[in-house]
């Protein structure tokens, strides 16, 4: 049984990573190279990385951008935005680029995806679908337009994956940036639908809320942006946590908190007061000579 994976999603907006709150506001963060860094020292299983202006300006995510992130992480990167070309997915593979995410250039020519998965393989390729719901079904959004497509998601989903889509990262609109927790039903039913993993995204709030997705659904990651952004323990508190529920997952971090006991929001507990006291208070016996 392959082991659940936690994946931060780094947005880029005029090349500053933001904090993403329902597709409309953004907060900004910081340089992508030092979030990256900073997410890989404390334990992430991979970062996509999606330049969410690089499409509607017509370009591409920079491959000097991917080629900093990427020197200071051993993360996987998963890289996004604005990609249409051949030329443009082999510059971002030398760059450090591990995996390729599109969105708007498989939606205009599914195509293309098919290409680059013969050119490097299906695994390299992550087809992004943002999911909102309309009149008691699901749809899929355009972020560029700001409107919905006219494709359902089932038959997106189904075009990503007969078109050499080796995982879907799939948002959700209505959870972005809410902290409410991910949309369980939709996960389950897309996750259901398809044979390749599933990366779920929006709404993560907690270490329980990945606990809840990765028991009741099918999906091989969960994925947040925000609950990573400013808290320096929450990746590792997060796969503690998971860890701890008796999921599988990779616990290869610089610090631990098994040995800690964290409330339903992920907060450290304090410990008990015969352990604090030992921390503080440590005999040393007199030396003999």
Same mark, same amino acid.
């Given at each position: 049984?392959? +082991? ?12 500053? =990573? ?29 970062? =996509? ?10 370009? *591409? ?64 390729? =992550? ?9 008691? $079904? ?30 879907? *990262?799939?948002? $959700? ?22 044979? =390749? ?14 606990? $809840?997705?990765?028991?009741? $659904? ?20 997060? +796969? ?42 440590? +005999? ?6």
């Amino acid at each position: 049984m392959f +082991k659940k994976r936690v994946i931060a999603v780094l947005p880029v907006l005029n090349n500053i =990573v933001v904090q993403s709150y329902g597709f409309k506001k953004y907060l900004p963060v910081g340089k992508a190279e030092i979030a990256a860094e900073f997410l890989n020292s404390w334990g992430i299983d991979e970062i =996509v990385l999606v330049d969410i202006s690089a499409g509607k300006q017509g370009r *591409f995510i920079s491959p000097e951008m991917v080629k900093k992130a990427s020197s200071r992480c051993f993360t996987p990167i998963t890289a996004g935005g604005g990609i249409s070309e051949l030329w443009q997915a082999d510059q971002l593979i030398h760059s450090g680029a591990d995996k390729l995410c599109f969105n708007r250039s498989f939606f205009e020519n599914p195509g293309f995806i098919r290409d680059v998965a013969s050119q490097y393989g299906n695994q390299c390729v =992550v087809v992004a679908i943002d999911a909102i719901a309309e009149n008691d $079904t699901w749809r899929v959004f355009d972020y560029s337009t700001g409107l919905n497509r006219s494709i359902s998601l089932e038959e997106a989903l189904k075009q990503a994956e007969e078109n050499g889509a080796g995982e879907i *990262f799939l948002n $959700t609109v209505h959870k972005d940036g809410s902290f409410t927790g991910f949309d369980i039903p939709l996960f389950k039913w897309v996750s259901e639908q398809v044979s =390749v993993p599933v990366l779920a995204c929006g709404g993560a709030a907690s270490g329980s809320d990945f606990i $809840t997705l990765f028991n009741e $659904t099918k999906v091989s990651a969960g994925c947040a942006g925000n609950f990573f952004h400013f808290a320096e323990h929450a990746v590792n508190l997060t +796969k503690q946590m998971i860890y701890k529920s008796g999921l599988e997952i990779r616990m290869e971090t610089q610090a631990s908190y098994i040995a800690n006991q964290v409330n339903l929001s992920g907060r450290l507990l304090k410990k008990s007061e015969a352990d604090l006291d030992h921390l503080l208070y440590i +005999k040393i016996e007199k030396e003999v000579i």
